[in-house]
């Protein structure tokens, strides 16, 4: 008879553990289902996803989510750049079938454009983005638009993009500076690059070393400026060692580049 009390009682006690435990995953997804419908964090969209055990994680910005386009995506991708050529007809398309788009199909046009590297069409589908509804200003969003600007050469088009970015209040991390700076480096555009480097120092995240050995690197072409760098690194980061190249390394290379030409 003792042993069938302690055995019922054990049963009631793992009856309301599981339904407390119930209970908890019922409140956790209307907590979910609550933050989906309403409150969106100003990086991106950010939402919790529910999760079998409880807890819970933030998904990733819309802006770094795998983009595929669907079959209107293909078509008006295909007719954008058909009639770039023509302002006229290129303009009403855009008000006509680019603006009904959904979400994922303007933003995985975008990203094909970013690709190719079709700044005009990027900057006409990066005007309509920052119109719609659902936009809300991302670290992301901003930061592959300026990669493929400076790839690109365009540093008019990035200072204008640069603006929209600051009057947004968005702040970009180290790295996010760091490859940012590199891809002007590389790009061939130093002065842009090194304006971009006195923001990030002027950034209240906290410095760290990589981005610095990102950026030092690039600046291999241009001695003076990477001596500046390097002074900075080196008051940040005292007890670390900078790499430097022999000095001929690149007049090696300057060569046998003329040879070539020859």
Not at 68 to 87: H, Y
Not at 160 to 181: A, C, M, N, P
Request: hydrophobic share 40%.
């Amino acid at each position: 008879m003792l042993y069938l009390v302690s055995a019922l009682l054990r049963r009631r006690h793992s009856l309301g553990v599981a339904a407390l435990r119930r209970h908890e995953i019922l409140l956790h997804g209307r907590i979910v289902a609550d933050e989906k419908r309403g409150k969106r964090g100003s990086e991106g969209g950010r939402v919790f996803e529910f999760s079998s055990l409880g807890g819970s994680r933030p998904s990733l910005s819309i802006w770094r989510r795998k983009k595929e386009m669907g079959k209107e995506g293909l078509i008006v991708a295909k007719e954008l750049k058909r009639l770039q050529g023509n302002a006229i007809r290129l303009d009403r398309f855009m008000r006509t079938h680019v603006s009904r788009l959904l979400r994922t199909d303007l933003l995985a046009v975008l990203a094909e454009f970013q690709r190719q590297d079709q700044v005009f069409l990027c900057i006409k589908l990066y005007q309509v983005v920052r119109k719609e509804i659902w936009y809300r200003p991302d670290m992301y969003f901003y930061r592959d638009m300026l990669l493929m600007l400076a790839r690109n050469k365009k540093a008019e088009e990035a200072w204008r993009v640069w603006g929209d970015l600051k009057s947004e209040e968005v702040l970009f991390d180290q790295h996010t500076y760091g490859d940012i700076i590199r891809a002007f480096l590389d790009g061939g555009l130093p002065s842009e690059a090194m304006k971009l480097y006195d923001e990030m120092r002027q950034s209240p995240d906290p410095p760290i070393s990589l981005p610095y050995r990102v950026i030092l690197k690039g600046l291999l072409p241009y001695p003076e400026l990477r001596e500046k760098v390097k002074d900075d690194f080196l008051e940040l980061f005292p007890s670390m060692i900078i790499y430097d190249p022999p000095e001929d390394l690149f007049e090696d290379e300057n060569l046998r580049s003329d040879e070539e030409d020859d």
